[in-house]
């Protein structure tokens, strides 16, 4: 099958080559052509594991194309995904001008009856906003083909998006036409082969369901960070309640890690997108409200309790591990670490940071703050004359506490970990002052080898 993508983003891209390496023939249509020309030259623009080389092997092998003319990529296309992006507005609705753009030139462009997918996630009665954008500009130059618009929200977990596309639990499709159903079965049927995996379903519920499994996944994040701040209040630890809860499988162990606060392209927008519809149609969206105001406290939490152990921020250098939202990824939207180190920045303190993937974007969405900020090319050398490491991401990287390591490179004994990576004795016994997520604060054991006279002496500071 012919299928047309516009947008060559995160969900455009994994999209494309999925149904490439299925052997679709697939054209992603973009309106930058710096970004087409990059992936021409075979250069994905985003890190997501294994998604450049099969990008590479589907142009290769002549499945998969790319382009800015939008009439090129339509010709002859039966099928056409939309996968631009809807950011946040002020107001916290989602900004659908990119929809809308699409939509004219698909109505101002295609000349053949066509079949529109909506991937984008939207609020409920943007399809029928697309229907009625692509009907007015067909009509408005004469012609008569038939166009109509589904929806088929994607649930791609970056870090894990091509075998969330492959191997997915669920494929969601909204439409009003046993025909279009058929078309979309069609297209997904090497994806749908072991067991039934579609689930057909009206438009505003396809496209209702996209927004209430995300508001779902936040809400269980924020309810854990919730009750890691009573936890520390109470003296309790919150990973052995995780394990407490999660046993129950009407609970079950997934998205109940305390931490930092959760980031990326889809959580805070959708979150706020949901609950500025349900205002519109007069709902008041009291749990969602609640869960946002948690996230946006919980980023702050890694700060505070770096202030609380130090005896000045002024003049500190302080190590930062981890900038990408999540591990796998190079995604910092909304990341906490860009909340820490702006306040780290505001408060004096010198930041040596690493990421294994994740420098260029965090450079770039820190702006001309970048500037005072060092970044090392591992994690070693961001530690170098440290007063204290902070983790932001957990990567695996970071997951063996290797107290000598540690102490032959930092100034100061004090860890702040946002992602409760390690166990709180061992880090003590190691003599730094560790402070996590919902477990309190460990304070270092006496007289240990580690804290020998000729620890290592200050280095100069970036």
């Known amino acids: 099958m012919r299928i047309a993508i516009f947008g060559s983003g995160y969900v455009g891209l994994v999209t494309g080559a999925c149904l490439a390496d299925a052997g679709h023939h697939v054209t992603c249509i973009d309106v930058d052509p710096q970004r087409i ?3 021409r030259s075979g250069t994905c623009p985003i890190w997501e594991p294994g998604l450049d ?26 099928v056409v995904f939309i996968a631009v992006g809807t950011p946040q507005n002020s107001d916290g609705s989602a900004d659908l001008r990119s929809i809308d753009a699409v939509a004219q030139d698909i109505g101002n462009l295609t000349d053949h009856p066509l079949l529109v997918v909506n991937k984008s996630t939207v609020p409920v009665g943007t399809a029928e906003r697309i229907q009625s954008l692509i009907d007015g500009a067909i009509g408005g130059r004469g012609a008569q083909h038939r166009v109509t ?20 639990e669920r494929i969601v499709i909204g439409t009003s036409c046993a025909d279009d159903e058929r078309t979309m079965r069609d297209v997904y049927e090497p994806f749908n082969r072991q067991h039934e995996k579609i689930l057909s379903m009206d438009i505003a519920s ?33 990973e052995k309640i995780r394990v407490g809860i999660g046993s129950d499988s009407r609970i079950g162990y997934q998205f109940l890690y305390a931490g930092a606060g959760y980031g990326g392209s889809c959580f805070p927008k959708d979150v706020a997108a949901l609950a500025h519809t ?13 869960v946002d105001g948690v996230n946006t406290h919980q980023k702050t939490s890694i700060f505070r309790k770096l202030e609380s152990l130090m005896p000045s921020m002024d003049g500190a250098t302080v190590a930062v591990w981890g900038l990408s ?11 906490p670490s860009l909340v820490l180190v702006r306040s780290l920045l505001d408060a004096g303190a010198a930041v040596r940071a690493y990421d294994p ?16 900020v060092v970044f090392t090319d591992n994690s070693f050398d961001a530690l170098a004359g440290a007063d204290a490491l902070v983790i932001c991401t957990e990567w695996e990287e970071f997951r063996v506490f290797d107290a000598e390591l540690l102490a032959s490179r930092m100034r100061g004994r004090v860890i702040v970990d946002g992602r409760n990576l390690y166990e709180p004795s061992r880090v003590a016994e190691g003599g730094f002052r560790y402070a996590s997520i919902g477990r309190g604060v460990s304070e270092p054991a006496e007289n240990l080898a580690l804290l020998r006279a000729d620890r290592p002496k200050a280095v100069s500071r970036p």
């Open 37 to 39: 020309e990059l992936l």
């Open 53 to 78: 080389g099969m990008i590479r092997t589907n142009a290769e092998q002549g499945r998969l194309d790319f382009t800015d003319d939008a009439s090129e990529g339509l010709f002859e296309a039966k």
């Open 149 to 168: 618009v589904c929806s088929n929200p994607e649930f791609l977990k970056e870090g894990a998006a091509i075998q969330d596309f492959k191997h997915s």
């Open 206 to 238: 396809a496209e209702m369901t996209k927004y209430a499994a995300n508001a779902m996944l936040a809400t269980k994040i924020s309810f854990m960070n919730e009750i890691a701040g009573i936890a520390e209040a109470t003296g309790a630890d919150v």
């Open 278 to 290: 349900a205002r519109t149609v007069g709902c008041q969206p009291r749990i969602l409200e609640a």
């Open 325 to 335: 939202f999540k591990p796998k990824t190079d995604d910092v939207r909304e990341a």
């Open 357 to 372: 993937v994740a420098v260029g974007t965090f450079r770039a969405a820190l702006g001309t703050d970048a500037g005072p």
